[in-house]
């Protein structure tokens, strides 16, 4: 169960001392616990643990295609390997490591790649992924799950720890909106229905949550009933909640920090398409390349803010 905040303020906690912390903690009972990083430590929060447990802590430097081969080979004797890269270089740059190597031979590994879409910011757009779930999606049986806040974050990443498969986990790296109350759970493959609605679906994830409940907000105040789910999982997508949605609210708005090619709008509009077709209006990244930005010059780059999700839902219930 969980339960949302009633105010979105930026969280205390980085996400990626919730992701160590969690680690950290786990690794003190559980000596399968491994972190596999491909030198950014520092980037990635986890000194901490390669400080507490540098026999489990492998930096594999500027390799990450043979860091997914050394946590698939941890995974063969038992071990439960968490490899971090920026999201650039743990998806396009590793698919075939993740194809072959790990989902291919039915192993256990998880795979974390931070800085998603423009949270990359200043990196640039060679850092800048925009496409890193829709090259991974097409992949059979691998779970894509893109954490909210940091205490989604540190539920997942514990819970994770005794499920069997290939994941991976887009992680924004710093700040991030705190969306939902210490001690909520999440169901993985699951969505949250933040706040029910009867006029339309918007269907967010990732930092575009938050920007889907200040615009809920907006709608509402303007007479609009707005449904706000948190699609943190992409693959396996909530199919039966998006039938429910389409048949309750009849529209949908998906809100995604990815390009919409291949990413969560898709994942909404073929699970809607087998069941109760919609209109379904994407807010994202229309097929562009990263530059370089604060995140706030690029949310307004890339038409991913609040008032982009309110036009959106105006053009989608129009359609109904």
């Known amino acids: 169960m969980f339960t949302v905040r009633d105010s979105f303020e ?3 906690v980085l996400m990626r001392d919730a992701m160590c912390k969690a680690l950290t903690d786990m690794a003190a009972d559980d000596d399968r616990i491994v972190a596999l990083d491909a030198d950014l430590i520092g980037s990635s929060g986890l000194k901490p643990f390669f400080k507490l447990y540098p026999e489990r802590a492998i930096q594999c430097g500027i390799a990450e295609a043979n860091m997914i081969g050394i946590a698939a080979g941890l995974s063969l004797v038992g071990k439960v390997p968490y490899a ?6 743990s998806s396009r740059r590793v698919c075939d490591q993740i194809m072959i190597s790990a989902a291919y ?8 790649g931070s800085d998603p879409g423009i949270t990359a910011a200043k990196n640039g757009g060679t850092h800048m992924p925009f496409e890193d779930m829709g090259v991974l999606r097409s992949i059979p049986q691998i779970t894509l799950i893109e954490p909210t806040d940091p205490v989604m974050t540190d539920y997942i990443v514990r819970k994770l720890a005794n499920e069997y498969g290939v994941y991976y986990i887009r992680l924004v790296r710093k700040e991030t909106a705190a969306i939902y109350e210490e001690g909520s759970t999440f169901e993985i493959g699951k ?3 933040l706040q029910d609605g009867r006029d339309v679906t918007i269907f967010a994830s990732g930092i575009m949550v938050a920007e889907a409940m200040k615009a809920a907000t907006v709608l509402k105040n303007g007479g ?12 396996p997508i909530d199919a039966e909640l998006v039938k429910k949605c389409a048949a ?3 529209c949908f708005v998906t809100a995604e920090n990815h390009n919409i090619y291949g990413g969560l709008g898709s994942a909404i509009a073929e699970a809607a398409s087998k069941s109760r077709p919609v209109p379904i209006e994407m807010v994202g990244v229309d097929d562009r390349f990263g530059q370089v930005g604060s995140v706030d010059y690029l949310r307004e780059q890339y038409n991913l803010g609040a ?3 309110i036009e959106a839902a105006k053009r989608a219930i129009a359609r109904k």
């Open 84 to 89: 971090h890269s920026f999201g650039c270089f």
């Open 10 to 12: 930026t969280s205390p």
């Open 307 to 309: 008032m982009d999700i």
């Open 224 to 235: 609009v009933s707005v449904r706000v789910v948190d699609m943190f999982t992409w693959k």
């Open 248 to 250: 309750d609210t009849g």
């Open 105 to 112: 031979a039915k192993l256990n590994v998880r795979i974390i």
């Open 191 to 193: 969505g949250n229905v």
